[in-house]
């Protein structure tokens, strides 16, 4: 039997894949200020007892290892959330605190420790939550604490590995990392013991002078798997009625922190599991859950949890298994869930639902809402209550400020690339920004930069984003700089990377770079290449090189029978593709994926991609990687993993292609690819089988990344041409623009 789909989330998730197609859609993503001042954003709102002072909320990105190992905030994570509350924001969430340690396997390491905040420890916790609460209320700002009842089967199913014990569910669900390792059904007595738990943690939070609780129930944690009937198919006891484990949580919340205390509540309006993959879910991992709750049924389910208790919500889309939806990156629309909150808030309206303290329900939207004049509209359209804002403000923690002056042009745009914020913490890190480098190491670097003790004449030579943080910071701490670019415009690889419409939020960034060079008393010499003996007669005290990374040509017989032509080179000389009808992109990587989505979905080509790993876009973010694999395959793009290219001709790629049934599905975006110093004992090993294919193109795109270009840097060194010589950026070793501005920053505070 086919699964059911709802029409109005099938047009939701449809819309997602090529929404720019409407030009009106990008018009949304200007950091323009034509609708200061805001009246609607700067008003205050109350929350059961509590009036925030306007009406911008810190969304909760998870602290992943920001707190001392035994769970207590320390000062990295406190001056973490002091930032933020500086930059006026008027309600902070803090990330996910876990309070069932002794009940899910997967959130507690061996020896009792921790990545997670944890306020159900010990009194040895106590003390970072009342200095957290403390310092947050010195700004005027709020705090709610968001408790989560568990991980269940998206937590780490290391615990089978480590300590023998499997991950569990609601019911017996395959683990999201790991589909081979099952999430087996845990006990009624464990879920009443999370119930305690979870009143017991607001109470917690109450006494230590916390401002709200905020439960964690979407995105398929475990709170949203005991109360979605996609994952709660238990036939017996009292938590096979779906909705009771959320209302005992809430009442017993209640129970314990009184009447006037605010609750709030995470919420997902459905998992659109059905509308994403239809009936291929059945064929894969997620064929249990094609029973999620449906859009009336979550909007019957928040009414109970107002009855008991719950005072706001926040609500979105999907969950883990389509991950791009509840982490949307780049490449989805700005607002992309505002209809969501309206349909939400209509419907409370339309019932006169009012909370226990007799007030209206807010209801905050959620989803790239980072841009000043799209949030205030949706706040005067009556889509949303409140606006919640969570990379935006590690991009910029002064976002709200400048928004109220109306300086809306000086705040630094979120990317959406998610490699600090999510992908660092996946990878072992934990949260940061790759357009702030100071996110998350607050503690270390003050926002004030200390002037040098000794004032030097600098040279950056490189005007990408990592040569430009360092000539911007350098010159705030008093020192001269010039900046040289050998191209006539600054921004090195974004100028070609935000070409592709998905890549708006490139563009913004790379214009923000623009003005912050303009107003600054950096030195810029565009078109000016020197060389060692040129540098070292300009008498230069430092000298840095950000230059970059030159372009890998596959040296291959044939390739100049091709029309070939470097990804790169094409998004900047676009007309070099307007003969072509078909393409083969070589290097399944971020670029190449990119590029392929613009060939196909702005260019109308028939696209396919070669690359020789068995992973498309491995190292990128789940949730980016996710959006884009999605809909290239609803789109007809061909992606051809364990594929090496061994020659080309004239009009075709010759391709050497694995043709074993253990080559894994390079379109599956329901589970992550692993970290690499992850071993999965249960995964299938990858046989060969090879066979020569030939595919048709009109046009080769090579997208298979870059070398460090470090040939200057060296001969600058050997000659000394200062007595201060350094390598940063992708000049030193290929990556994001993350490493690329950390490193810049961090040498800039010691030059």
């Known amino acids: 039997m086919p699964v059911s789909k709802d029409p109005k989330l099938q047009g939701w998730i449809d819309s997602y894949g090529s929404w720019f197609s409407d030009e009106k859609a990008l018009e949304l993503t200007d950091m323009g200020n034509s609708l200061h001042p805001y009246d609607a954003m700067f008003s205050p709102v109350t929350i059961n007892k509590v009036t925030v002072k306007n009406r911008l909320v810190m969304g909760p990105m998870g602290n992943i290892s920001m707190c001392d190992e035994t769970g207590r905030p320390n000062d990295k994570m406190l001056q973490y959330f002091f930032e933020r509350a500086k930059g006026g924001v008027g309600l902070i969430t803090t990330g996910l605190v876990p309070v069932s340690h002794k009940q899910d396997n997967t959130i507690t390491e061996l020896g009792d420790l921790s990545y997670f905040p944890r306020i159900d420890r010990s009194r040895t916790v106590y003390m970072g939550w009342r200095d957290l609460a403390q310092g947050v209320h010195v700004y005027g700002a709020k705090i709610f604490v968001q408790l989560t009842p568990g991980l269940g089967r998206v937590g780490n199913p290391q615990c089978l590995l480590t300590k023998f014990k499997l991950p569990q569910s609601a019911s017996m669900n395959p683990n999201f990392y790991m589909p081979q390792v099952p999430s087996v059904p845990m006990s009624g007595a464990k879920l009443g013991a999370i119930v305690k738990n979870m009143g017991q943690g607001a109470a917690d939070s109450k006494a230590f002078g916390l401002d709200g609780a905020y439960l964690h129930g979407h995105e398929g944690y475990l709170l949203e798997q005991m109360t979605n009937p996609a994952y709660n198919r238990r036939k017996f006891g009292r938590y096979s009625h779906w909705p009771q484990f959320g209302l005992d949580c809430v009442a017993e919340m209640r129970k314990r922190t009184g009447p006037d205390y605010p ?142 002056v109306g300086k809306t042009g000086d705040i630094t745009p979120c990317i959406g690339c998610q490699e600090g914020c999510v992908n660092e913490f996946v990878e072992g890190g934990h949260p940061q920004c790759a357009v702030n480098p100071r996110s998350a190491f607050e503690h270390m670097y003050p926002l004030e930069v200390p002037k040098a003790l000794v004032k030097k004449k600098v040279a950056v030579i490189g005007a990408g984003p990592g040569g430009i943080t360092f000539a911007l910071t350098a010159l705030k701490r008093g020192h001269d700089v010039t900046l040289f670019e050998k191209s006539n415009k600054i921004g090195g690889r974004l100028n070609a990377g935000s070409v592709p419409k998905i890549k708006y939020e490139l563009g913004n960034y790379l214009a923000f770079l623009e003005r912050e060079l303009k107003k600054s008393d950096v030195v810029l010499k565009l078109g000016e290449s020197l060389d060692s003996e040129a540098l070292k007669a300009k008498g230069f005290d430092a000298v840095i090189f950000a230059i970059g990374t030159k372009e890998t040509v596959p040296a291959l017989p044939g390739i100049e029978e091709a029309n070939a032509v470097l990804a790169t080179d094409l998004f900047l000389n676009p007309s070099l593709a307007k003969d072509a009808k078909t393409a083969v992109v070589v290097g399944g990587g971020m670029v190449g994926c990119e590029a392929a989505y613009w060939l196909k979905y702005e260019k109308g080509l028939d696209v396919k991609v070669v690359e020789m790993d068995k992973h498309i876009m491995n190292h990128v973010c789940t949730a980016n990687r996710g959006h884009i694999i999605h809909y290239l395959k609803e789109a007809g793009v061909e992606l051809l993993n364990c594929t090496k290219v061994s020659g080309f001709g004239k009009g075709i790629v010759k391709v050497k292609k694995n043709v074993s049934p253990t080559v894994p599905n390079p379109y599956v975006t329901w589970h992550p690819i692993l970290p690499e110093n992850i071993h999965n004992p249960m995964e299938p090993k990858l046989l060969e089988d090879i066979k020569d294919v030939e595919l048709s193109a009109d046009l080769v795109v090579i997208a298979v990344g870059g070398k460090p270009d470090q040939a200057l840097f060296f001969d600058a060194q050997k000659k000394r041409v200062a007595p201060e010589v350094y390598n940063i950026g992708d000049s030193l070793a290929p990556g994001m623009v993350l490493q690329a501005t950390r490193a810049a920053y961090r040498l800039a505070m010691d030059v």
């Open 263 to 404: 609750i709030m509540y995470r919420i997902d309006l459905s998992l659109c599991l059905n509308e994403t993959y239809g009936d291929e879910m059945l064929k894969t991992s997620l064929k249990k859950f094609s029973n999620g709750r449906t859009i009336d049924q979550t909007l019957s389910y928040m009414e109970d949890l107002v009855k008991a208790g719950v005072d706001i919500f926040d609500v979105d889309l999907g969950s883990y298994d389509n991950w791009w939806l509840p982490h949307p990156p780049s490449s989805m629309p700005p607002g992309c869930f505002l209809e969501v909150s309206k349909i939400v808030k209509d419907h409370f309206a339309s019932k006169k639902i009012k909370s226990n303290a007799g007030l209206e329900v807010p209801i905050v939207a959620v989803g790239k809402l980072g841009y000043p004049d799209l949030a205030e509209k949706a706040l005067r359209d009556g889509k949303c209550d409140m606006v919640m804002l969570a990379r935006p403000l590690l991009a910029d923690p002064e976002w709200p400020k400048k928004a109220y």
